[in-house]
């Protein structure tokens, strides 16, 4: 042990060790010492192996194409679109993706490239700030746990489309009520208004086949054994896809990142050639230039840019920390953000051309049949399903399509929770197979989680998850707070200057300069007064008005995360902070990372 300590001694190159062990009787006491004190201690006696690194750059945009390209671009923003004003929505979603969403895109990947490492630890380049850690990877746990729920429901009505005969088509089911209407073309003669007082077949199959909801959160009843099995493949094929690291996974992405893409290309083809397609385009794009005066629109986008980015959750961090420090993420950060909200788009086309030829087949108006989230999935889409020729075959792929789409989200995800804590603590992982146990281990309490959400109250659980564990008002709060640590307290010209040196050039146009100093974080504030001051209390389905402990939950889920940065910042200032008020300040604002290439920014 003696010879082991010298040789970290002399490795150090701290002191003379011989001189120190003649001269000093207590010379193992002192060296421990003075390498505790230095923080040596845990660097030379754990070795920690190199940070991995993407073996090729398109590693990088498959990964992060993957990562925000989620169920949010399908199942969401069509509907907001048509419900915001159709085409008049794009003018301020298209504002908060320039002012908004791509700075702190390119603010986190910068900030991953630079610091080298995950969301745990790329924040000590402003201690203060160092509570967006915890905050980040409670609002990542939070969306694996339920989006992997989401993902269940997928799995399960995509073995149901291999059924001979789609079970939400007929009624006279084992879940059905005597209110039953069979939704399909042998009734097509129906119209909405002698409908009155009847359940469509798809309604009821979502409801009581697949949910078996209760009457309301109180009442969470048991679980839904098949819906359970469907959970526990769905975190195996998670576990077996990102077990091996970022050099498995890098591989998995380019075919999970890719066929959910021609699968909705396959579904466009397919609507836009259907009798009604054109009405359903029409009705999606219409614009309505009165919605823009309606402070709910704005709400809507910013919140939409910056949940179908994936932001403030620690994934960019983490994929950019795998760059090499020479690396041009400004070019693939802008091409990446044109992917994502073009997908977006075009993804309208294909989701509203069906639902224009279902309203033509059943001679109702479109907007009895456009929803959004699960009810666009789950019973919009279905419904048209029954009505279009060969239903198995589309049900399978477009519900295979939703799978695949949210598994990227996952995977990152996950991806990012363990090496947050393989940064934090690499003592823990040092024994092999270590990461594969742990990732095990973490997997496993989020299943746990996501049981709740499988029951007969579970959908108003994860309707909870949903609205306030990545709400969009604390996603604001969390980018404002990052660019304020950036731009104002690490400094935005020393940062811009690091930025620059990474990406090896200086844009003649600073657009994000501007945004992180400015931009962003005013209108990142002023956007979460505002959904504060618009706040309604939640409802499911529009109906079920939750209780007042639920909405005390809600609440405590949606602080749990952001309590942490004022917390901590309490905390480091005022307790471990030392000397004077100045002092401390200057000790809580200094960077605690060691700078890898000093002298070399490109300057002013």
Known sequence: MLRHILKIARSLKCWSVNSYFVTEPNYIGNILKEMTENKMIREAAVPTQPREKWKKNIDFGFSIAGGFVGLGNVWRFPYLCYKNGGGAFLIPYIIFVAVGALPVFFLEVTLGQYTNKGSSLAYE?????????????????????????????????FFASMSAELPW????????????????????????????GKISSVREYWERGILGKSEGISDIGTLRWELVLCL?????????????????????VYFTATFPLIMLLILLIRGVTLQGAGHGILFYLRPDLERLKDAQVWLDAAAQVFFSYALCKGMMITMGSY??????????????????????????????????????????????????GPGLAFIAYPKALTLMPLPQFWGCLFFLMLFMLGMD???????????????????????????????????????????????????????????????????????????????????????????????????????????????????????????????????????????AWAVVVCWLIAMSSMIWIPLYAAYRYFVVAKGTLYERWV??????????????????
């Open 125 to 157: 380049i402003v201690p203060l700030f160092k509570g967006l850690s915890l905050a980040v990877n409670i609002i990542n746990y939070y969306f694996n746990v339920y989006y992997a729920v989401i993902l269940a429901w997928a799995l399960r009505y």
């Open 409 to 547: 989200s996952e995977f990152v995800g996950l991806e990012t929770l363990m090496a947050a804590f393989v940064d934090y603590r690499p003592h823990w992982f040092k024994k092999r197979h270590s990461k594969e146990i742990f990732l095990a281990f973490l997997c496993f309490t989020q299943f746990l989680i996501g049981l709740s959400m499988v029951t007969n109250g579970g959908v108003y659980v994860l309707n909870i998850f949903d609205n306030y564990s990545s709400a969009g008002w604390s996603l604001l709060f969390l980018a404002a707070c990052q660019c304020v640590a950036v731009a104002w307290i690490h400094g935005i010209n020393k940062y811009w200057n690091i930025v620059c040196d990474m990406i090896g050039f200086r844009p003649r146009v600073p657009w994000f300069k501007w945004c992180w100093t400015l931009f962003t974080p005013l209108s990142s504030m002023v956007l979460f007064v505002t959904s504060l001051v618009y706040y309604k209390p939640l409802t499911y389905d529009k109906t079920y008005v939750y209780p």
């Open 232 to 252: 526990i493949l769905t975190w195996v094929v998670l576990y077996f896809c990102i077990w091996k690291g970022i050099a498995w996974t890098s591989k998995v």
């Open 587 to 604: 000790e809580v604002t200094t960077s605690e990372l060691k700078d890898k290439h000093p002298g070399k920014y490109l300057m002013t």
């Open 323 to 372: 760059n090499s420090y020479r690396y041009n993420s400004y070019r693939d950060c802008i091409v990446l953000s044109v992917l994502n909200s073009g997908i977006s788009f075009v993804s309208g086309f294909a989701i509203f051309s069906v639902l224009g030829f279902m309203a033509q087949e059943q001679g109702i108006d479109i907007k009895h049949v456009a929803e959004s």
């Open 169 to 196: 088509s007929t009624c006279g089911n084992s879940w059905n009520t005597e209110q039953c209407f069979a939704f399909g073309r042998n009734n097509s003669n129906f119209t909405f208004g002698n409908l009155s």
